[in-house]
Structure formats: structure tokens, C-alpha cells
């Protein structure tokens, strides 16, 4: 029996716990009380329609789940950021999948509402996925308008993307089934088609009782801009659905009429499970994110059949590049080892640390990616690059730039999980949310953040302590470990995968053994987009 492994797997199988909990509430929405008024309305919600319209045995995966987490509190919170992204099979076909959620505010638009419909929109644009909205919003939230309403990355940006998908090529349906004003009312009719709920629906630009104020006509909404008013006078919706359901069948039969993609061509063979058990994952993972162990042992149970060919395995062995297969899909694994290594020369490497050569190794081994087309997996647990007077003077800078430069130019898809740390300039080279990855998840082990919350808590002591003795001020033993404990305490909360998940800095976070599904579903969208742009690193430091 293994001690260690038995701890580990304890304290692991104790985060994903966490994560299965804070999921189910998450799922609730605005409430049980907000969802029964939802069905008494006739009405199904959200995570109802989403997974009424994607084929029922077929795989999914949920974008942005935790958005909004922990937000907005002084304004009732926003779970999920109001809104329900997956990305699954309609028909056989993958698609992405956009619904409001109106039991969370009326499905109103938070400034992070707007933030996860254009990370949806992004990934159906970057893979030329259909994608798909069910619309049931009461539009902007008024009271937060000067953060959502105007600028380039707000509300007014989903419509234009719109435009751009169309020009693209993409297909886009929507179903209003429920609320549709004002600017809102410009998503759904700037897609392909259109279907209207009757009786429960409606679509407008400005509601019965602005339509008061602003010019003293009286009228009612159904009349104003119900199912009927717009199928049979305004043409401005093209299918009047009696029910959720029925306009949901109408979505799958159109999707199901959709032509064949032309493909990217990545390399895919009969998909194997890895041999090695996946689930030890969690007893090799450390509970101490200080604590060493072999990323190797984590990527045989990723991959399939165990199986993976190291590129130069004996030179910068502080990150492993590998070509594998997952789910049948060709991969290039660049990862970080965080073993203790020692190199040709005898001298010892820290794990989880980017020296010279490791970057100039991955550098390499991400432009021989991109020569075959395989597209690219990152596993993070990255502290960052070498410091000191030794890494300074032989280049650490201008070896990291190189590595820094090859990520933002490659052209093959990437897909980033976060393990375990994801720290500084080492987030940035191995691909954080910064470099366009097509998707990036995180494990619950993982912690992301300029720094480690004790080594930040340390830094941010010493510049509050040099302030107190400016001021004359003499701080105690007690005073400065209650301080550190502030500090840090502070900052660990920072650094919870959560809290970067709220802000949509990853995807999501995920149960280890949900990886292969994230990476290969990945691929499998990324394939509907054939690579256009010839990989060019441009100049580089030498």
C-alpha cells in the first residue's frame, strides 16, 4: 500500500466532490421556486431545452458553467452568467448551443452574460461549428448598462459577429421562446432562420409600455410583437412553433438537413482506451501544489493505449514533448515535468520550471507540429521560467520569447488543461486563455495567478512592512503573521480554479477523467476548419 498515493487520492477525490456540488447548485439556476414559475408558464428552462435539442447518448461538454460565480452580489448574483453553453451533437451533427436562462434575472444581460455568449460565439467561428441560440432574455441589466452596452467586447458585439458568421458561411438558427427586446431583437433575426413560440413569445424593440411613453399608442404585446403578428404580418420570423418542444424538433430537422463540412484532414485512428488506469490520476497528482511528481504517469492515462513518442526525451527534460493519439486523434503533448531533472551536464533542473533548453525544445517540437498539421495539447503545471544571473545571461529571455512566439503563431489547434500550477510568463508560453486556445479547461487541482498565494503573501508583507517603518510604525511578530495570513488568505481565493472560471479565464473546470473527452471533441470542431494561414514565427531573437 502506498501512503502517499492513498493521501493523494483522498484529497483529490475530495475536490471533485466539491466541484459535482458546486455543479448540481449551479444548475439550479435562479432557484427551484424561479423554475417552477418557469413551468407553470408552460415553459421549459433552459438546461431543459439544451438537453432536450442535443441528441440524447451522444457526448457533450458545458462552456463557462461557473461564470459569474461569486459575482454581482450586491445584485442577487448571475449563476452560470445567466446563460447555458454546450457544445454536442444535434442530429449527429456538432453544434453549439446558446441558451438564456430567464430564471436568472429574466435571463437578463450581466456584463459577464455578454462575455460567455461572445466566448460561444468565438468558438463557433474559430471551429465553423452551426451554432445555435434559444433566446429568452429581458436584455441588458439597466442598472449595470455602462458595462455591458457600448464598448468592443459588449452586448453590440454579438450582432456583429452575427453578420460575420453569416459572411462565413455558419449556420445560425434561433428560437425565440420567451423574451426578445430592444437591441436583443437584432440576434435572432440576423440569423439564418427564425422560430417564434406562440402565446409565450415575443420580439420587439420596444415593449408596450415604452411604446406608451414614447408615442401614446396603447397596445399589448402579444399584438405588438407576438407569434402570429410577426409569422403572418411583419414576415420578420420565419416558423411559429405551438410549444418549447415543437420548436425544438423544428431546430433538429433543419440541422438535420445541413450538408457535409469540408475538414482540416488531422489525422484520427480507431480510437483506445489509455492501458494504464485513468482514475490513478488521482492518487498521483499531489495535494501540495509544491510537492514533486512524473508528468509522464499522468500523460499515460490520457493517452490512448498508454502510448506516446518523447521528442529529445534526454535534452530540457523540464517540459516533455510527445506525439499520442487521444480518442483516436493525433496530438503533440507539450507538458510540464515536474520531477526534479538532472541534465547532460549534472546539473539539477526544477520541475514545473522553463529552463533554456526546454523552451527551445518546445519551440522546436511546436513548429514540427504545425509542419505535419497535428494539432497541439499543453498540460500546465508551470511556476514559470529560470531566474537568477545564470538563466540572465544565457538568454532565458530571448529562449522564452522564442517559445512565446512559436505558441501565438501556431496555426494547428490548441488545447490547453491546467493541472496543477499555471504561473506568470509560464501561463503565457504554454498557452493560457491569452493564445487562443480552441479550448481551455482546468482540473480542480489547479491554481492560477502571477504567483503562489505564499510567495505573493511574502512579497506584498515586505512592501507593507517597509510602509509601516516609513511611518514609524513597529509591527510584532504577531502583528506580521496575522498580516502574512491576510494577505494570503486574500489571495489564495484568487487563485481557485473557480475564480478563474467566473471570469472566464478557462472554459471550465473539470473531473481529470473528463479530459479526453474535452481534447477529442475539441479536435473533432476544429476539424470543420481548415487551416487557411501558413505558420510564419516571424523574427526571432537568436
Known sequence: MDINFNKNEDHNKLLLSKLKSKLAKVKLGGGE???????????????????????????????????????????????????VVKMGYIKGKQCIVVANDATVKAGAWFPITGKKNLRAQEIAMENKLPIIYLVDSAGVYLPMQDEIFPDKEHFGRIFRNNAIMSSMGITQISAIMGSCVAGGAYLPIMSDEAIIVDKTSSIFLAGSYLVKAAIGETIDNETLGGATTHCEISGVTDYKAKDDKDALDKIKRL?????????AGFSRNEAKKPKENPEDIYGILPKSRADQYDMKAIIKRLVDDSEFDEYKEDYGKTIITAYARIDGWAVGIVANQRQLVKNAKGEMQFGGVIYNDSADKATRFIANCNQKKIPLVFLQDVTGFMVGSKSEHSGIIKDGAKMVNAVS??????????????????????????????????WPS????????????KVLLQIEKASLKKKGEKIT??????????????????????????????????DPLDTRTWISMGIEAANHAPIEKQFNMGVLQV
Not at 435539442?53 to 450586491?74: P, Q, R, V
Not at 440541422?255 to 475538414?263: E, M, N, Q, V
Open 446 to 457: 489547479a491554481e492560477l495567478a502571477v504567483m503562489s498565494g505564499n510567495s505573493a503573501a
Open 477 to 510: 511578530k504577531e502583528n506580521e503573521d496575522e498580516l502574512f495570513n491576510k494577505i494570503k488568505a486574500r489571495y489564495d481565493n484568487q487563485v481557485s480554479p473557480y475564480y478563474a472560471a467566473s471570469r472566464i479565464w478557462t472554459d471550465a473546470v473539470i
Open 33 to 83: 421556486k424561479r423554475i417552477e414559475k418557469h413551468h407553470a408558464k408552460g415553459k421549459m428552462t433552459a438546461r431543459e431545452r439544451v438537453d432536450y435539442l442535443l441528441d440524447a447518448k451522444a457526448k457533450s461538454i458545458e462552456i463557462g458553467a461557473f461564470a459569474g460565480e461569486g459575482m454581482y452580489a450586491e445584485h442577487g448574483g448571475c449563476p452560470s452568467g445567466g446563460v
Open 409 to 442: 503563431n501556431s496555426v494547428v489547434p490548441k488545447f490547453t488543461i491546467v493541472l496543477g500550477n499555471s504561473y506568470g510568463a509560464g501561463n503565457y508560453a504554454m498557452c493560457g486563455k491569452a493564445y487562443d486556445p480552441r479550448l481551455i479547461a482546468a
Open 255 to 263: 440541422i438535420d438537413k445541413i450538408g457535409d463540412y469540408d475538414k
